[in-house]
């Protein structure tokens, strides 16, 4: 009733907002309105890249308050980016796919390849040291090729920052470790990353950081297979999909009902029979925000890959109180099993595209093998990235640097950036999953936090204790399930993902305005051309009042005090007769009205405490109605 219509000019004005990819190559400028959905931005963006399986990507940015969101394609790209400053977009995987070699174009696993690159960059993708080296080997023969002494001089792979904690040491194995690709084209060399990446515990989380009951702090990753959690360098609970009965938050607390298979006594029997139970495991988050984004990204990755059709996803909806409506999420797009079955549908040749070095002062190795019949051979183009774009992928080595070739610093914090999404692992890791029915949630909203895990004493081997002048490991026990942990603990680093916000850093020099600022300025345009043509005298000639038109064009844009607290007092006041309206009403209903319901009679059954009112109101109409006669 108090909101402001917008004008057909308002909808008409154009925004714009730019787009990053994973490639860090040039941004690009896209303009929209104020209508403008989000899946038409979307879709501009995948023609930009001649993508077609784009199911699994989407849009993300960062808000004010340096929160992640992903743009959501039923919604406007201006409601959604309204107050961000700059309007910057990065264009990301989504939802990784259980198995990349099932995905039908070269050119959509080249792009799930540019992402997990960064994810091993940004320490989100956690392995062991050896799988690190033989990752960032595949790395190097897809960026420069087959090994040649003449063009790779000894210290070459310095130049190349894949890894967080990349050392000397980790850079010859690298360097011997290249020398046995030859003959794997990019392709080939990229395909090989993608399945060593796929069998990873880590492939494709994101992480976000919570707290257990203790205050500990914990990295909760929701991926293809469930929801997991990370303490140290161990995975310590994975909850599958199959056995989550549903999934809420209220203010900071993400809960998780999950179903728990319980013993108990049959009667009149001496067989034990199972009984699941739904226990709630809750965890902490930062903020509010945060939270709200934890629940949706789970929800979202757990109807992409349990429904069998989109056309069956529930409405969802969760953090309502007494004060707040809470949060509503309605799936939209395919699932997986629509995605892949499209996937196989796709009649085109495969698009050439150009795949971006890393580094310009290296040159791509041609070698016998590119020339088999494979339109990745045709697609072996190399288009270096401007310096000041190649932060994320590559660093020089100060020898280089100081020969004049401007590089940033690397990052030694090794923390999270929210530019990255998602997770997947392929089926086989850790056995089939089965898709279970999303059920409507329940009334309770509140659990504890979760306790201290507990592990099984069968898949646990203690450490024996060290020697004085030795340290202990920080983790006290070495899983030894394959299942549970591929390498043990004294091999693996400790899971610290980059927390940097990569997404909302503006390279440009001068930054963007936001939506806000360009509503205002064209307001300031508009106002100053009326105020110009109000002032014109009717025989042309301009009189002498332009000079006061800034004090009247800043009383019409800044209302007094005077006239907000008058506006709030009049929607106080009519809240107030409409509830009293509302109770009148409801009182004539349920007792001067013979209407038979069960609601109703339940309703008099609640008040009769007020038959005394009404007994008053039936003596003193009577009353009035005696003086009249």
Sequence with gaps: M???????????TEYSCSIRFLDDSEPIQLNFKKDTLGQWLFDRVCEKLSLVEKDYF????VDAEKQ???LDPLKTVYKQLKGVNPMVLCFRVKFYPEDPMKLHEEITRYYLYLQ??????HGRLLCSPQDAVHLASYIVQ?????????????????????????????????????????????????????KKAAVLDTYGVDPHQVKDQRGDQ?????????????????????????????????????????????????????????????????????TVGACKYLWRCAVEQQLFFTLASSCNAPKLKSGGTLFSRGSKFRFSGRCQVEALSASENIKRSEPKFPRTNSLPNFSRNKHASESKSSTLNTSIMSEPVPEDRRRYNVYLAPSRRAQGMAEETPNQSFE???TEAAVDVPGNAFGAQTSSPIVPESPVLKAPLAAEEKFDMQKVQTVSASAPGQKTPVNGSVPVDPSFLETSIDSMPSYQPNMT???????????????????????????????????????????????????????????????????????????????????????????????DHPLLDEGRKQLQFLEPVKHYIDDSVEAIASKFK
């Excluded at 199959?242 to 029997?269: L, P, S, T, W």
């Excluded at 300031?524 to 025989?539: L, V, W």
């Excluded at 019409?556 to 607290?565: E, I, L, Q």
Aim: proline share 6%; hydrophobic share 30%; with cysteine.
């Design 2 to 12: 108090f909101r402001k219509r917008s004008t057909k000019g308002e909808v008409q």
């Design 58 to 61: 989407g849009l993300r940015y």
């Design 68 to 70: 992640r969101h992903w």
């Design 116 to 121: 997990l690159r960064r994810d091993l960059h």
């Design 142 to 194: 897809s960026e420069v090729g087959d090994y040649d002494p003449q063009d790779h001089p000894p210290g070459y792979i310095t130049a190349f920052k894949m890894l967080p904690k990349q050392n000397a040491k980790m850079e010859d194995q690298i360097q011997e470790l290249h020398k046995t690709l030859k003959g794997q084209v990019p392709a080939e060399a990229e395909s090989n990353f993608l």
């Design 218 to 286: 914990l990295y909760l990753g929701v991926t293809h297979q469930g929801i997991m959690t990370f303490r140290g360098s161990r995975r310590t609970q994975l909850h599958k999909w199959n056995q989550i009965r549903r999934i809420a938050y209220e203010g900071k607390m993400f809960i998780v009902h999950v179903n728990v298979a319980e013993e108990e006594d049959a009667a009149n029997a001496k067989k034990k029979r199972k009984r699941i139970k739904q226990q709630p495991h809750g965890y902490k988050c930062l």
């Design 416 to 418: 999270i950036t929210p």
């Design 501 to 595: 916000m990569d997404d909302d850093e503006e390279d440009d020099k001068t930054p963007k305005p936001s939506l806000d600022e360009q509503i205002k300025q064209l307001e300031e345009q508009y106002e100053k051309i009326t105020s110009d043509q109000n002032h014109i005298a009717p025989g042309g000639k301009i009189g002498a009042a332009p000079k006061a038109a800034p004090a009247s064009t800043g009383t019409s844009k800044s209302p007094p005090k005077s006239s907000v607290c008058a506006t709030c007092c009049k929607v106080l006041t009519y809240s107030i007769l409409f509830a009293v309206l509302l109770m009148a009403v409801t009182f004539v209903v349920l007792f001067y009205t013979k209407f």
